[in-house]
């Protein structure tokens, strides 16, 4: 009785314990500048690493700070290029060159290229 009441708890605690590592590695990969290069980058792969091993997905506004391809900090200068192309944001990892398209809702809602067109999320 004892025992599945203390497995609650924990089950409870260790999804906390992971939530407030998400927050933590995220306040590092926010603020790059003050932390060395090695620190950003090595707490993109731990975020990517910790969220996956508590299965929790980024929270919204983490989502572009790091490649979901080879987990480089995407806050990094010169790591990602945002473009915008019938109306959808079209962010290329400089790193890996992989292509992650964002915004736009669904696809009858996407702007025409030659309209050009901005981001609605
Ligand atoms: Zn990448």
């Known amino acids: 009785m004892s025992r599945r009441r203390k497995a609650r708890s924990s089950r409870k605690n260790r999804q906390a314990s992971g939530e407030n590592a998400q927050q933590q590695l995220i306040n590092i990969l926010r603020q790059p500048n003050q932390h060395p290069m090695a620190v950003v980058d090595s707490a993109a792969v731990h975020l990517a690493k910790t969220s996956r091993r508590h299965r929790l997905g980024l929270p919204r506004d983490a ?41 736009g809702g669904p696809k009858h809602h996407r702007t025409q290229p030659e309209n050009g067109g901005d981001i609605n999320e």
Request: glycine share 8%; hydrophobic share 40%; charged share 20%.
């Open 63 to 103: 989502k572009s700070l790091l490649c979901r391809k080879c987990w480089s900090a995407h806050s990094l200068p010169g790591r990602v290029r945002v473009r915008v192309h019938a109306g959808q944001a079209v962010m290329t990892c400089l790193v890996c060159h992989s292509i992650r398209r964002v915004g």
